[in-house]
């Protein structure tokens, strides 16, 4: 799939400290942002999050109260939806029930382009060949299932060669299987189209897989931006931590520095050893201790859990639950009054039995000290202060 | 990063944005107010300047003793017709709760039928049938139950009879709206708990329906303050309600200021227990308003 | 109780209370085929008669025409004033809601005596007495109310995305409104408007006070005659007028089956 020279791919988003306020509750609160030309970005966040309105503000069907947004450097402030340029792709796909297929993917070409008939009915066939659609061009969208009508209505979107895509939780409604193909068709015509995604979902994993940049939303604010390794290894906050990936939080208070070398005492005593945090901090603070659950190794342990013994990078608890899930068996480890969650292959999984007490240990710098400020920063979670 | 002005580019946008439905209900509120809240500031006025500027006409609706008498006839027709209204639509609305697909359709379209004959001829068929030469009496005749006729028409059976018929689509509606909004999986917890299925109707679902009753009540009562037609069929003399006294003021006596204060504390009534009401419960919800 | 039991009670209720409903409407339409001279029921014997009486008689003839007029006028005047009406109630966060509302429920809640005599008093100086336009600017307040329910319902439950998704991609708004939007929408724009219609049709004294004299509409008439004869013309005009409002429900349902079919 050729990127004609008339399409310059991607446009450039920037996001300046837009607010957008219902009565009391902020739906957006002083969120900025700086989206590369032709990167694919994913607004992140639970529901409420203020990842749709950002959308909607985008798109223009919002009016910010503060704040500005610029395409390709310019203010659209002033610029209402129908002149913005822009491809959206809906949950509902919001397709034109009366309309054919190829009438609907022409739709943008009739309403803003000065195309002549004939190069319409070209463009109109590279989109559907682009979706692998070609052959369905004359049916109707209640024909289609699911997943077709969700490309059909990428086509749509992308048959005036925006430079900037919007997409609002377009997988919401598929299952499981067909979202996985679709996430992969999705980033083969991201690439091969090269304009600029901005891609709203509440599934971690799909913006894992799916993006170059994630902008993690919490609570009206941006949580954290980076790419997806960035997120998942370092990040910033209990939430994102939380967010993305899963996590162990254990509530921890640090007790000593000896050069590279943190100590924090974890909620039942033990003391255990990580790289120093990426924020401030000093002895006496309340923090969380993030350690993934695939980062540790699980064994049985010989010894008894006992509380205030140097332990270094590992950690003795009780096995408390086993749970199967197909690949893996999940474990719960309890740790005084926190549960750990841990893994092991399927074929080690029958070896573990309720009641045994479980070692975990981890390499060097797996564990990472995160903030435990305030619930307005975090997960519901926070240190009692 | 430069300083970006932030108020500036937004006014125009916003300001179509609240311009937009004021706009979109300005003509509907502006036909309202000509044609429908101005006649009546000016019947007002009329009723006031009839006597000069005095409130005889008003004193006259309350001290005269016919007007007192029609205004009691018109209350407890009302009532009585709303109870009776109430309680036949109410195992009407639950059946067609419990129906669904075909049935619930048939149902629905016999229910609204009658709605669509207007009311003239409703009622008028009523005199058909009660007639002393009409279908009650003549069954009842053949039945050998009556010897003679019974004095069916006429008579407060017959304007009741009359004015349900006429309500009970309304009042079904209605309450058919209010059932669908209940939910029906609160029955089958309550059933699989051990409740047979009168006592998760009793204890249950009739509880929750209770709000819909209140405002079917209130709608059937405040359009019965204004019956003209069915009383005036089908009822003696003792049964005149109130619109038809002002009716004869009006076209008849051609006294308009009299007319004008009486209807217009008519009006102050029926405004009085429509807002009452809607106090405690809103009445918005019939028409799917803000807080449905 | 079990719950057969309960089914056939209920059962029987509903069917004893339709037909309380029904009764009146199948008699009257028993007699408008009346083969005698009278008001009974059951007819004597099955005839036409008095439907050709109405179609040869000048007056019935133009009472027809007239709530024929006055009600399509009606019903184009809700339309247009309750259409927009209830997009601004749906779409916007309005203060003004209130005020609709409690319109809405003044235009319930009015007796309709006094909205007759306030509304010919209202017109004796502006000259909209005895004319069709009057009655049907009349008709209107309490038709708008129809419109306005019935589109806002059908505004509430449109998805609204599809809209957005004409709009992002270049249709200017009100393109999308009308050409998407207002298709989706029209099953409930036309319940409105035929409610209006027949409201209109339906209503007396109104149309007593302001069009009452030559030119009355079939209520009107109706009444007029239903005190002073006792032959079953009455009955076949009714008739006529319910044979209307059935035809109208019948091609409404139709409508509304196509446009879900289509519109899948």
Same mark, same amino acid.
């Given at each position: 799939?050729?990127r004609s020279?008339d399409t310059a791919s991607?446009?450039?988003?920037?996001?300046?400290?837009?607010?957008?306020?219902?009565?009391?509750?902020?739906?957006?609160?002083?969120?900025?942002?700086?989206?590369?030309?032709?990167?694919?970005?994913?607004?992140?966040?639970?529901?409420?999050?203020?990842?749709?309105?950002?959308?909607?503000?985008?798109?223009?069907?919002?009016?910010?109260?503060?704040?500005?947004?610029?395409?390709?450097?310019?203010?659209?402030?002033?610029?209402?939806?129908?002149?913005?340029n822009?491809g959206?792709?809906?949950?509902?796909?919001?397709?034109?029930?009366?309309?054919?297929?190829?009438?609907?993917?022409?739709?943008p070409?009739?309403?803003?382009s000065?195309?002549?008939?004939?190069?319409?009915?070209?463009r109109?066939?590279?989109m559907?060949?682009?979706?692998?659609?070609?052959?369905?061009?004359?049916?109707?969208?209640?024909?289609?299932?699911?997943?077709?009508?969700?490309?059909?209505?990428?086509?749509?979107?992308l048959v005036s060669r925006p430079r900037?895509?919007?997409?609002?939780?377009?997988?919401?409604?598929?299952?499981?299987?067909?979202?996985?193909?679709?996430?992969?068709?999705?980033?083969?015509?991201?690439?091969?189209v090269g304009t600029?995604?901005?891609?709203?979902?509440?599934?971690?994993?799909?913006?894992?897989?799916?993006?170059?940049?994630?902008?993690?939303?919490?609570?009206?604010?941006?949580?954290?931006?980076?790419?997806?390794?960035?997120?998942?290894?370092?990040?910033?906050?209990?939430?994102?931590?939380?967010?993305?990936?899963?996590?162990?939080?254990?509530?921890?208070?640090?007790?000593?520095?000896?050069?590279?070398?943190?100590?924090?005492?974890?909620?039942?005593?033990?003391?255990?050893?990580?790289?120093?945090?990426?924020?401030?901090?000093?002895?006496?603070?309340?923090?969380?201790?993030?350690?993934?659950?695939?980062?540790?190794?699980?064994?049985?342990?010989?010894?008894?859990?006992?509380?205030?013994?140097?332990?270094?990078?590992?950690?003795?608890?009780?096995?408390?639950?086993?749970?199967?899930?197909?690949?893996?068996?999940?474990?719960?480890?309890?740790?005084?009054?926190?549960?750990?969650?841990?893994?092991?292959?399927?074929?080690?999984?029958?070896?573990?039995?309720?009641?045994?007490?479980?070692?975990?240990?981890?390499?060097?710098?797996?564990?990472?000290?995160?903030?435990?400020?305030?619930?307005?920063?975090?997960?519901?979670?926070?240190?009692?202060? | 990063?430069?300083?970006?002005?932030?108020?500036?580019?937004?006014?125009?946008?916003?300001?179509?944005?609240?311009?937009?439905?004021?706009?979109?209900?300005?003509?509907?509120?502006?036909?309202?107010?000509?044609?429908?809240?101005?006649?009546?500031?000016?019947?007002?006025?009329?009723?006031?300047?009839?006597?000069?500027?005095?409130?005889?006409?008003?004193?006259?609706?309350?001290?005269?003793?016919?007007?007192?008498?029609?205004?009691?006839?018109?209350?407890?027709?009302?009532?009585?017709?709303?109870?009776?209204?109430?309680?036949?639509?109410?195992?009407?609305?639950?059946?067609?709760?419990?129906?669904?697909?075909?049935?619930?359709?048939?149902?629905?379209?016999?229910?609204?039928?009658?709605?669509?004959?207007?009311?003239?001829?409703?009622?008028?068929?009523?005199?058909?049938?009660?007639?002393?030469?009409?279908?009650?009496?003549?069954?009842?005749?053949?039945?050998?139950?009556?010897?003679?006729?019974?004095?069916?028409?006429?008579?407060?059976?017959?304007?009741?009879?009359?004015?349900?018929?006429?309500?009970?689509?309304?009042?079904?509606?209605?309450?058919?709206?209010?059932?669908?909004?209940?939910?029906?999986?609160?029955?089958?917890?309550?059933?699989?708990?051990?409740?047979?299925?009168?006592?998760?109707?009793?204890?249950?679902?009739?509880?929750?329906?209770?709000?819909?009753?209140?405002?079917?009540?209130?709608?059937?009562?405040?359009?019965?303050?204004?019956?003209?037609?069915?009383?005036?069929?089908?009822?003696?003399?003792?049964?005149?309600?109130?619109?038809?006294?002002?009716?004869?003021?009006?076209?008849?006596?051609?006294?308009?200021?009299?007319?004008?204060?009486?209807?217009?504390?008519?009006?102050?009534?029926?405004?009085?227990?429509?807002?009452?009401?809607?106090?405690?419960?809103?009445?918005?919800?019939?028409?799917?308003?803000?807080?449905? | 109780?079990?719950?057969?039991?309960?089914?056939?009670?209920?059962?029987?209720?509903?069917?004893?209370?339709?037909?309380?409903?029904?009764?009146?409407?199948?008699?009257?339409?028993?007699?408008?085929?009346?083969?005698?001279?009278?008001?009974?029921?059951?007819?004597?014997?099955?005839?036409?008669?008095?439907?050709?009486?109405?179609?040869?008689?000048?007056?019935?003839?133009?009472?027809?025409?007239?709530?024929?007029?006055?009600?399509?006028?009606?019903?184009?005047?809700?339309?247009?004033?309750?259409?927009?009406?209830?997009?601004?109630?749906?779409?916007?966060?309005?203060?003004?809601?209130?005020?609709?509302?409690?319109?809405?429920?003044?235009?319930?809640?009015? $007796? $309709?005596?006094?909205?007759?005599?306030?509304?010919?008093?209202?017109?004796?100086?502006?000259?909209?007495?005895?004319?069709?336009?009057?009655?049907?600017?009349?008709?209107?307040?309490?038709?708008? $109310?129809?419109?306005?329910?019935?589109?806002?319902?059908?505004?509430?439950?449109?998805?609204?995305?599809?809209?957005?998704?004409?709009?992002?991609?270049?249709?200017?708004?009100?393109?999308?409104?009308?050409?998407?939007?207002?298709?989706?929408?029209?099953?409930?724009?036309?319940?409105?408007?035929?409610?209006?219609?027949?409201?209109?049709?339906?209503?007396?004294?109104?149309?007593?006070?302001?069009?009452?004299?030559?030119?009355?509409?079939?209520?009107?008439?109706?009444?007029?005659?239903?005190?002073?004869?006792?032959?079953?013309?009455?009955?076949?005009?009714?008739?006529?007028?319910?044979?209307?409002?059935?035809?109208?429900?019948?091609?409404?349902?139709?409508?509304?089956?196509?446009?879900?079919?289509?519109?899948?």
């Amino acid at each position: 799939m050729d990127r004609s020279a008339d399409t310059a791919s991607g446009a450039q988003v920037r996001l300046r400290n837009l607010c957008k306020t219902y009565g009391q509750t902020a739906a957006v609160d002083d969120v900025s942002l700086d989206v590369p030309a032709g990167a694919f970005v994913s607004l992140l966040g639970p529901s409420g999050s203020g990842k749709t309105t950002t959308l909607n503000l985008i798109a223009g069907f919002l009016t910010p109260d503060r704040g500005d947004i610029l395409i390709d450097n310019r203010s659209v402030a002033d610029v209402p939806p129908h002149k913005r340029n822009i491809g959206m792709v809906f949950q509902s796909y919001s397709l034109f029930p009366h309309m054919t297929v190829a009438e609907n993917v022409g739709f943008p070409l009739r309403m803003r382009s000065k195309l002549t008939r004939a190069d319409a009915q070209k463009r109109i066939a590279e989109m559907l060949a682009l979706v692998q659609l070609s052959h369905l061009s004359a049916r109707y969208p209640r024909q289609l299932s699911g997943g077709q009508q969700q490309r059909v209505a990428m086509a749509r979107a992308l048959v005036s060669r925006p430079r900037l895509l919007l997409m609002d939780e377009p997988l919401g409604a598929l299952d499981k299987k067909l979202r996985e193909q679709m996430q992969t068709e999705i980033r083969r015509i991201h690439r091969s189209v090269g304009t600029t995604v901005v891609y709203v979902t509440h599934d971690q994993s799909e913006a894992l897989t799916m993006s170059d940049l994630i902008v993690v939303m919490h609570r009206a604010r941006i949580a954290q931006i980076g790419p997806p390794n960035a997120l998942y290894e370092t990040p910033a906050s209990a939430f994102v931590a939380d967010f993305i990936g899963d996590s162990n939080l254990i509530e921890a208070t640090i007790m000593g520095v000896v050069g590279d070398r943190w100590t924090v005492k974890a909620g039942n005593g033990a003391l255990i050893h990580t790289a120093p945090p990426a924020f401030a901090a000093s002895v006496g603070d309340r923090v969380f201790l993030l350690i993934r659950p695939e980062d540790m190794t699980v064994r049985p342990s010989t010894s008894e859990p006992q509380a205030s013994r140097e332990q270094g990078e590992h950690i003795v608890g009780v096995l408390k639950e086993r749970s199967f899930h197909g690949d893996v068996f999940k474990l719960g480890v309890a740790l005084g009054s926190e549960m750990l969650k841990a893994r092991v292959a399927r074929e080690d999984g029958a070896a573990f039995e309720v009641g045994q007490s479980i070692a975990l240990t981890w390499k060097n710098g797996a564990a990472r000290l995160l903030p435990a400020t305030g619930d307005d920063d975090g997960s519901g979670r926070s240190a009692a202060t | 990063m430069t300083a970006i002005a932030e108020q500036a580019p937004r006014a125009k946008s916003v300001q179509h944005r609240q311009a937009m439905p004021a706009l979109l209900l300005l003509p509907a509120l502006v036909w309202i107010a000509v044609f429908f809240l101005l006649p009546l500031v000016l019947m007002c006025w009329r009723s006031l300047a009839a006597e000069s500027y005095s409130f005889k006409a008003y004193w006259i609706v309350f001290s005269s003793p016919l007007y007192t008498k029609v205004m009691l006839t018109t209350l407890e027709s009302a009532s009585i017709a709303t109870v009776l209204a109430l309680l036949l639509a109410y195992p009407m609305a639950y059946t067609l709760t419990i129906t669904s697909g075909i049935l619930r359709g048939l149902l629905l379209m016999l229910v609204f039928i009658p709605y669509w004959v207007d009311i003239i001829v409703r009622t008028f068929s009523w005199l058909i049938l009660l007639g002393d030469h009409g279908l009650i009496n003549v069954l009842l005749r053949k039945l050998g139950i009556v010897h003679g006729s019974l004095p069916l028409l006429y008579s407060e059976f017959a304007v009741l009879v009359g004015m349900v018929q006429i309500l009970l689509p309304l009042t079904i509606v209605v309450l058919f709206g209010a059932m669908l909004r209940i939910d029906r999986t609160l029955i089958a917890a309550a059933k699989i708990h051990g409740a047979s299925g009168w006592n998760a109707f009793r204890t249950v679902f009739f509880p929750l329906s209770l709000p819909g009753v209140y405002g079917a009540a209130l709608l059937v009562f405040v359009l019965s303050l204004g019956f003209y037609v069915t009383p005036a069929l089908l009822g003696s003399p003792r049964q005149t309600m109130i619109a038809q006294t002002i009716m004869v003021e009006a076209s008849e006596l051609l006294d308009w200021g009299q007319a004008s204060a009486a209807g217009l504390l008519l009006l102050i009534m029926t405004t009085l227990i429509a807002a009452i009401y809607n106090r405690y419960f809103s009445l918005d919800r019939l028409w799917g308003g803000s807080d449905a | 109780m079990n719950p057969t039991a309960d089914r056939i009670v209920l059962g029987a209720a509903a069917t004893a209370i339709v037909a309380y409903l029904i009764f009146p409407v199948i008699v009257v339409l028993a007699i408008s085929f009346s083969a005698g001279n009278f008001l009974e029921f059951p007819p004597p014997g099955l005839s036409l008669r008095w439907y050709r009486a109405i179609a040869g008689d000048p007056e019935w003839v133009s009472a027809f025409m007239v709530t024929l007029k006055v009600g399509s006028l009606t019903a184009l005047l809700a339309t247009l004033l309750g259409v927009p009406a209830a997009f601004a109630l749906v779409r916007y966060v309005v203060p003004a809601k209130a005020l609709l509302s409690a319109l809405i429920l003044c235009a319930l809640v009015t $007796p $309709p005596i006094v909205t007759a005599i306030s509304t010919y008093l209202f017109f004796v100086p502006l000259g909209l007495n005895n004319s069709i336009v009057g009655l049907a600017c009349a008709h209107a307040v309490s038709g708008m $109310p129809f419109v306005v329910i019935n589109t806002a319902a059908s505004l509430r439950s449109a998805d609204r995305n599809l809209e957005r998704a004409a709009i992002i991609h270049g249709a200017h708004p009100l393109w999308a409104i009308i050409r998407i939007t207002l298709p989706i929408i029209s099953p409930g724009i036309i319940i409105g408007a035929i409610l209006a219609f027949v409201h209109s049709a339906h209503e007396l004294l109104i149309a007593m006070f302001v069009l009452g004299g030559v030119g009355k509409p079939v209520t009107v008439k109706i009444w007029s005659d239903v005190q002073a004869t006792s032959d079953p013309t009455i009955a076949a005009a009714s008739a006529i007028l319910i044979g209307l409002a059935i035809l109208t429900f019948v091609s409404v349902s139709t409508a509304q089956a196509l446009a879900r079919r289509r519109n899948g």
